[in-house]
C-alpha cells in the first residue's frame, strides 16, 4: 500500500536559518509528489509539486523540494525562514497518472520559528 | 489559480442532529471532488471520493449511512453528517480535480476545511 512518512512531528528553527523537512514514501510505481502548507485551522496551499523531469522542484515561498528515487524521498528546503513560515506542513504522494485519483498524506511537520 | 469554496467554516450542532457542509469549485467544473477527514494533530484521511452524477465511493471504515455525499452538479458537492456525535467532531476538508489528467499545470485545490464541534 501505498505510504508517506514524515519522520520529524516537530522542528523548531531560528529565524533565518536553514530549513529541511523529510519526507520519504511507499509506492511502487512513478510517485506524483506534493508539499502542502496548512496555517491553523486554515485549507491546505500547494506548495510545490514533482511530476517528472527536473528532480529538483522550486515552489512558492522561497521553497524547494529534490526527489530522490535512490532514496524514495522528496524533501522540502528552504535557506532561510521567515517567522510567517511557522505551519504545518504535509507531504503527500498522488496515487496514479489521472487527476481523479486523491493524495496520501504524511502525518505532517510542525513547523515553529523562534527569534 | 483556481478557487475551492467550502462552507460553513466552522459549526457547533447539538449531538443527534444533522449538518451539511458544502464544497464548491468557484471557476472550474470539478467530475470528481474528495472529502478528506482530520483528526487534531493528525494527517488527512480520505474518507470518499465525490463522481457527479453517481454515487460516492467510501474509503474502508467510512460509514456511508453516516456520511452522506451529494454530487449533483459539476460545481457541488455536498458531505452531510447524519446523526452527529461527539466523536464526528473533527476538521473536514474537501478537495476537487480539475482536470483528467496530472500535467504541469494540473494540482488538487482544497476548500479552507470545515471545523464541526458535535455537543
Known amino acids: 500500500a501505498q505510504s508517506v512518512t514524515q519522520p520529524d512531528i516537530h522542528i523548531t528553527v531560528s529565524e533565518g536559518a536553514s530549513l529541511e523537512l523529510r519526507c520519504n514514501y511507499s509506492y511502487g510505481a512513478t510517485p506524483y509528489l506534493f508539499w502542502y502548507v496548512q496555517s491553523p485551522g486554515q485549507g491546505l496551499q500547494l506548495l510545490l509539486k514533482?511530476?517528472?523531469?527536473?528532480?529538483l522542484v522550486q515552489g512558492i515561498k522561497g521553497f524547494e523540494a529534490e526527489f530522490k528515487r535512490s532514496q524514495s524521498s522528496f524533501n522540502l528546503r528552504k535557506p532561510s525562514v521567515h517567522w510567517s513560515d511557522a505551519a504545518e506542513y504535509f507531504c503527500a504522494v498522488g496515487l496514479g497518472l489521472s487527476g481523479n485519483t486523491p493524495l496520501v498524506f504524511g502525518k505532517g511537520t510542525r513547523l515553529s520559528v523562534i527569534a | 489559480g483556481a478557487v475551492v469554496s467550502q462552507h460553513p467554516s466552522r459549526v457547533i450542532c447539538k449531538s443527534g442532529t444533522s449538518v451539511k457542509i458544502e464544497c464548491r469549485s468557484l471557476d472550474f467544473q470539478a467530475t470528481t471532488m474528495f472529502w478528506y477527514r482530520q483528526f487534531p494533530k493528525q494527517s488527512l484521511m480520505l474518507m470518499a471520493t465525490s463522481n457527479e452524477g453517481s454515487k460516492a465511493t467510501y474509503e474502508q471504515g467510512v460509514e456511508k449511512d453516516k456520511f452522506l455525499i451529494n454530487h449533483a452538479s459539476l460545481t457541488l458537492s455536498t458531505l452531510t453528517v447524519t446523526s452527529a456525535h461527539p466523536e464526528d467532531s473533527s476538521f473536514y476538508i474537501c478537495s476537487a480535480a480539475k482536470d483528467r489528467a496530472f500535467g504541469m499545470n494540473t494540482e488538487a485545490f482544497f476548500g479552507q476545511g470545515t471545523r464541526l464541534t458535535v455537543v
Open positions: 514533482y511530476f517528472s523531469g527536473d528532480t
